[in-house]
T-cell receptor, first 114, second 110 residues
Framework: DTEVTQTPKHLVMGMTNKKSLKCEQHMGHRAMYWYKQKAKKPPELMFVYSYEKLSINESVPSRFSPECPNSSLLNLHLHALQPEDSALYLC?????????????FGPGTRLLVL | QKEVEQNSGPLSVPEGAIASLNCTYSDRGSQSFFWYRQYSGKSPELIMSIYSNGDKEDGRFTAQLNKASQYVSLLIRDSQPSDSATYLCAVQTSYDKVIFGPGTSLSVIP
């Protein structure tokens, strides 16, 4: 089983709103990721948590705030977003397979900022 | 800048033909390589991973890796219309970091 779940599927928010995206996996994967994907572009790494600690922050604006409450959950808190932040937000988790890390993606949250 | 590049698309092949997708990467220390398929509006789906030089086959898919040339490819045999999607090459450049190429759009014509 390689299921990563994300909620909500769709989100519309105003620039003054605060909202959160949620990601969950119950496969015991050691690392979890947030990616942002704009139309016709590849996923762009935002944050990585390894063993519940933030290991990579790709210089993401502070209006995006990640949180990893436990090894199965990953949140992305959103505040004062801009219209250009509208995108598909993907969560992934990774595990060792054959001695190498392999990443699996959730279905994504499609975000529209008005 | 560690980069991943893919052959520009869109790529069109007739049904039943072989589709060939290519990817080059700049970080010589990269160890793990992946091909993801992404349908429009959906998330990327892992279809192949390869770690050693040579070929790796899984059904109609064959991944080829040449670390000396910093080149990885994906062959899709007996292409089907359901294979029409964007194919993303991804390279693991460090313990936690995976970089994606820009993607190649494949269209299989019935």
């Amino acid at each position: 089983d390689t299921e990563v779940t994300q909620t909500p599927k769709h989100l519309v928010m105003g620039m003054t709103n605060k909202k959160s995206l949620k990601c969950e996996q119950h496969m015991g994967h050691r690392a979890m990721y947030w990616y942002k994907q704009k139309a016709k572009k590849p996923p762009e790494l935002m944050f990585v948590y390894s063993y519940e600690k933030l290991s990579i922050n790709e210089s993401v604006p502070s209006r995006f705030s990640p949180e990893c409450p436990n090894s199965s959950l990953l949140n992305l808190h959103l505040h004062a977003l801009q219209p250009e932040d509208s995108a598909l937000y993907l969560c992934a988790s990774s595990t060792l397979a054959g001695g190498f890390e392999t990443q699996y993606f959730g279905p994504g949250t499609r975000l529209l900022v008005l | 800048q560690k980069e991943v590049e893919q052959n520009s698309g869109p790529l069109s092949v007739p049904e039943g033909a072989i589709a060939s997708l290519n990817c080059t990467y700049s970080d010589r220390g990269s160890q793990s390589f992946f091909w993801y398929r992404q349908y429009s509006g959906k998330s990327p789906e892992l279809i192949m991973s390869i770690y050693s030089n040579g070929d790796k086959e899984d059904g109609r898919f064959t991944a080829q890796l040449n670390k000396a040339s910093q080149y990885v490819s994906l062959l899709i045999r007996d292409s089907q219309p359901s294979d029409s999607a964007t194919y993303l090459c991804a390279v693991q450049t460090s313990y936690d970091k995976v970089i994606f190429g820009p993607g190649t759009s494949l269209s299989v014509i019935p």
